[in-house]
């Protein structure tokens, strides 16, 4: 892998890094997304730029979104929180099963053939983003999130997707509250929350996974690289706030097509790539 070292070229690296970090962590705070689905496609335009076999590329991008998501979703949790805009009852009786699905998810990674992993994307996005295309607050699938077998299902579900997609689940769990009556704002406030509880494991999964694979870029420990992970996180954590404070002024019906338009682009972006090889 040939890589331009010189000085014009490391700081063309360093302002995409920077860059990226700084739409990460805006949208990170605007969406509860934790922000690691947006630093997947940035991650993947880099390594592409600096020829990472294809065969590793996308593994290497989630595991170092991962690192990246579970940076801001602390930033973007703690500053939902500090507005009361987080369900913590919901939090704690889904995480456990949360983490159960992030098992399952990086066991997954350690076999799966990176378009695989860009296919999960390219199934799940549009069907979320279909929801907040034309949902209203009329739309309701009760008049609030239910109990019993429900939760431990749906949050070892979005333990395993989330971390395929090294997103924080806050897409499925926003989601997933909208349509039981709560307010948008809460539901992606709660949402971050899920972002430290899946980012952990997931990470050490991603780094169990990729341990002895080659082809991974320099300065790589299993599918996680140090240096994109390190600026990427530091400069994410800074916009988040930005990002909150910026959702807490909009109307839901705005989220909710911005929201929207984010995913339908993440999924276009895997398609086009998994039909260019």
Known sequence: MDIDTSFAGLGVLALTLVGGGLVTGFLAGLFGIGGGGIAVIV??????????????????????????????????????????????????????????????????????????????????????????????????????????????????????????????????????????GRPIHQAIGTASGFGPVIGVPAVIGFIWAGWSVAGAPPYSVGYVNLPGAAIVAAISMLAAPYGVKVAHNFQRRSLEIAFGCFLMFMAGRFLYSILAS
């Open 43 to 180: 991650l993947f335009e880099l390594f592409s730029f600096l020829q990472v076999p294809n065969e590793v590329r996308m593994h290497v991008s989630v595991g170092t979104g991962l690192v990246v998501m579970l940076f801001t979703a602390v930033r973007s949790f703690s500053a939902h929180r500090a507005r009361g805009a987080v369900d913590m009852e919901i939090v704690r009786v889904m995480a456990p099963w949360v983490v159960l699905g992030v098992v399952g998810g990086a066991s997954l990674a350690r076999f799966a053939e990176g378009d695989a992993l860009k296919a999960v994307w390219v199934c799940i996005a549009p069907i979320m983003a279909l929801q907040m295309f034309v949902g209203n607050q009329r739309w309701r699938l009760g008049e609030d999130v239910p109990g019993g077998l429900f939760r431990p299902v749906y949050g070892t579900a979005v333990g395993f997707v989330s971390t395929l997609m090294s997103i924080g689940g806050g897409a499925f769990v926003s989601t997933m509250m909208s349509l039981f």
